[in-house]
């Protein structure tokens, strides 16, 4: 089976941009931070970093209009509006062609805060956002992902989320306790 390209998923991602006056293809935009964070280069500033370092290699591969490439300040605005349901669709749909899941594989599933979305720092219950990755173990590869902002809802829902959405049969799941529940009942099965 020919699978698409990261690319064409990327171009499924919906856009909350208007149409006027955008320079760069949201596609382009979150090909760019895949490839820079798979550098090695976190933040915005860092990725503007990446994009001037292979700024040549970019616009051969690339090709994009005017040869112009994203600046760090285009990089953030399109990553703070960015539809995180959609993106992550999108990232699971492509992953589903690269991942093939055995029967009794083991999946971990964590969620971990995303540093520097912390507020709140002096209230007991802080506010930040946090991502849970299902990570195959044996292949190390992340295969789905959710996000929690810890202010509104709790990490347990998007958990049971995932697995529905993975649909996946004879396979482990492990996690933190946090996930079982008080009364016995297990809604994962």
């Known amino acids: 089976m020919a ?5 064409w998923y990327l171009g499924k991602v919906k856009d909350h941009r208007r149409g006027a006056g955008q320079r760069h293809s949201l596609e382009l935009v979150l090909v760019i931070v895949l490839m820079s964070v798979m ?12 994009i001037e370092r292979n700024r040549e290699n970019l ?10 490439l994203p600046t760090f300040y285009t ?37 971990k805060a995303i540093g520097g ?17 299902v ?12 996000e929690v902002i810890n202010s509104k809802e709790s990490e347990i829902p998007v958990v049971r989320q995932l697995i529905e959405m993975l649909d996946l049969k004879d396979v482990v799941f492990t996690m933190d306790a946090l996930h079982c529940q008080k009364n016995g009942r297990s809604d994962y099965s």
């Open 39 to 50: 550098s090695g280069y976190y933040g915005y500033r860092a990725i503007g970093d990446f």
């Open 75 to 111: 990089i953030r605005r399109v990553l703070m509006g960015l539809d995180f349901d959609s993106f992550s669709h999108q990232f699971y749909q492509w992953s589903k062609a690269y991942v093939s899941i055995e029967s009794g594989e083991w999946l971990s599933v964590d969620g």
């Open 3 to 7: 699978s698409e390209s990261i690319i």
């Open 59 to 68: 616009l051969s591969t690339f090709q994009p209009k005017q040869d112009r």
């Open 135 to 146: 990570f195959v173990s044996r292949q190390k590869m992340v295969l789905a992902n959710g």
């Open 117 to 133: 979305t912390m507020s709140d720092y002096s209230k007991s219950y802080q506010n930040f956002i946090n991502l849970v990755t």
